[in-house]
């Protein structure tokens, strides 16, 4: 069935230093690539996007770049600051599905003062 | 509201007991989804709906679980005879169509002793 790996579990950053979070896929038939942030108590918010005819999308702080051959996605926070400090999931459509988000496990951001 | 609001925000339920869970999605929001997740995990699909018809019921883990969306806006999960096992947050998800751009509650977090 449709996998989502996701690593690391954690992550521990000084602040302004960059984090780097990656993703692998299982179905080559994916065509979207969705990264949420879950606060401690909240559900998860959406915080960037990106499909599968796009290699790469930035929205300041916050990048995902995408490479359908090795089935690898990844999320790029730049100048971290304590408030990026979460939990943050990736996530995969896979076009053969019922329109379901496969999630991945997981990654505690922490961002060091 | 401006976003999807679940109640309650906490249940607890003596095993064996029946619950009932909540989900007020974003209005106009045609795509609705359950998902349970465990603690220190990411999200797993239970069911979907688009408007009020119950398009995938596939990730339900046993008939003792079953949603309704009657009239194609407030959800409703149901649980019956909860088991320990049963232990988790339930997030609802709605989205303006398909699996694109889920929008969270902040989830019923259950717990059955």
């Known amino acids: 069935g449709e996998n989502v790996e996701q690593h690391p579990s954690t992550l521990s950053v000084q602040e302004g230093d960059s984090a780097v979070i990656k993703c692998t896929y299982s179905?080559?038939?994916?065509?979207?690539f969705p990264w949420y942030k879950q606060e401690l108590g909240k559900g998860p918010q959406l915080i960037i996007d990106?499909?599968?005819?796009?290699g790469e999308k930035k929205d300041q702080r916050i990048a995902v770049t995408l490479n359908k051959t090795a089935k690898h996605f990844s999320l790029h926070i730049t100048e971290t600051q304590p408030e990026d400090s979460a939990v943050y999931f990736c996530a995969a459509l896979f076009s053969g599905s019922a329109r379901q988000l496969t999630f991945g496990s997981g990654t505690q951001l922490t961002v060091l003062p | 509201g401006a976003g999807v609001s679940q109640s309650p925000r906490y249940k607890v339920a003596k095993r064996g007991q029946d619950v009932a869970l909540r989900c007020d999605p974003i209005s106009g929001h045609v795509s609705l989804f359950w998902y349970q997740q465990a603690l220190g995990q990411g999200p797993e699909f239970l069911t979907y709906?688009?408007?009020?018809?119950?398009?995938?019921k596939s990730g339900l883990p046993s008939d003792r679980f079953f949603a309704e969306r009657p009239e194609g806006s407030v959800s409703t999960l149901k649980i019956q005879r909860t088991q320990q096992e049963d232990s988790a947050v339930y997030l609802c998800a709605s989205s303006l169509a398909s699996g694109e751009k889920l929008f969270f509650g902040s989830g019923t977090q259950l717990s059955v002793l």
């Open positions: 709906f688009q408007n009020e018809a119950q398009l995938d």
């Open positions: 179905d080559s038939a994916s065509n979207y």
């Open positions: 990106i499909r599968s005819n796009v």
